[in-house]
């Protein structure tokens, strides 16, 4: 397919903000080919693929005020909520294996943010609930076996990396280092754990063992790179970068090699996620003022 035109953190906006059919796209040259999944414009984050790879659950900001969970279907377009009696905020949600368990952040009031751990199959919700009004604690993950649910929050000596038992019960740190560590997520055998952390100035990848030790860094780049994901075969990590002055998407091998630059829009191009075949993305592109949901072939 050809193109005659070419198309031409998120804690400080969280704090602000409380507290269909599928259209294939030309890409601009050396990006791949995109799919465009929304239309609305509406601000988004946080897209996850469900097991079944036809649907995709995200964050979007349905009014000034409130955030919600919604679930868009690839076969119809449609989107509706995945929560639709919820009427507190809900955001950043991370599914297991299975699609049986899921975890998201809720707000209930002010900044008093709670992590819930919801399991569709017994129809019960666990909670954890730090206190003290923890506005940072964000990023939730689930282990393959479903043991631990991981995520990120604020401590005395930095945002720290911890878990807890699917109960929401008897929480740990896998992190004990200055600045930020965010964004942890757990590789499809369970051995390692990716994460992005500013320890030594700006944010980089890096990577360190299932219960926190050997921690190696997988980038170096002067720029912000964030939000790293694993394939589902755990071959390589997408993440977000503003390496080259724009948010962009990447992807390396999971040893930090063979970087490559998926992306190349004026916008912001972040939030990427695997779907489960391992040949493709999701994202979320800011155009124009304008926030949705793409989907692009990753070259192996």
Same mark, same amino acid.
């Given at each position: ?8 953190i998120?804690s400080?906006?969280l ?16 990006s791949?080919?995109e799919?465009?999944l929304?239309?609305d414009?509406k601000?988004?984050?946080d ?7 036809q ?6 900001q349905?009014t ?8 868009l ?7 509706e909520r995945?929560?639709?009696?919820a009427? %507190?905020?809900e955001f ?9 368990v899921?975890a ?10 709670k ?6 199959q ?8 730090p ?5 940072g604690?964000r990023?939730?993950a ?15 000596t930095g ?5 807890v038992?699917?109960q929401?019960?008897n929480?740990?740190?896998? %992190?004990h ?6 964004w942890p997520r ?7 754990i990716?994460?992005?952390?500013s ?5 980089e ?5 299932a ?6 860094r ?8 964030i ?8 071959q390589?990590i ?14 390396m091998?999971?040893?930090?090699s063979h ?8 916008g ?25 949901l793409?989907k692009?072939p990753?070259?192996?």
């Open positions: 397919m050809k193109c005659a035109v070419p198309l031409i998120w400080a906006w704090v602000s903000f409380l507290f269909g059919t599928i259209l294939a796209l030309c890409a601009p040259t050396n791949p080919p799919q465009q929304t239309f414009g601000w988004k984050a897209p996850a693929v469900l097991p079944n790879g649907e995709i659950v995200h964050t979007l349905e000034p005020t409130l955030l919600s969970l919604w679930r279907s690839l076969a119809t377009g449609k989107s995945l929560h639709p009696e009427t %507190t905020n950043e949600i991370a599914f297991s294996p299975d699609g049986r899921a998201f952040v809720q707000n209930r009031a002010n900044l008093n943010l992590l819930i751990i919801r399991d569709y017994e129809k019960r919700d666990y909670i954890y609930d206190g003290g009004g923890f506005a604690m990023s939730p689930i282990s393959p076996d479903l043991r631990r649910v991981l995520f990120s929050i604020p401590t005395a945002q720290q990396i911890a878990y038992n699917l929401g019960q929480r740990q740190f896998l %992190t280092s200055p600045g930020v560590n965010n757990v590789s499809p055998d369970g051995k390692q990716v994460f992005a952390s320890r030594d100035g700006d944010y990848i890096y990577i360190m063992d219960q926190g030790e050997n921690v190696r997988l980038t170096r780049s002067p720029g912000m790179d939000r790293p994901v694993w394939s589902p075969d755990g390589l997408a993440f977000t970068s503003n390496r080259d002055g724009n948010y962009e998407i990447y992807v091998n999971a040893d930090g970087l490559r630059r998926l992306t190349n829009h004026s912001r191009d972040d939030y990427p996620w695997w779907f489960p075949d391992g040949q493709h993305l999701v994202y979320v592109s800011e155009r124009h003022g304008r926030y949705d793409y692009m990753v070259p192996r």
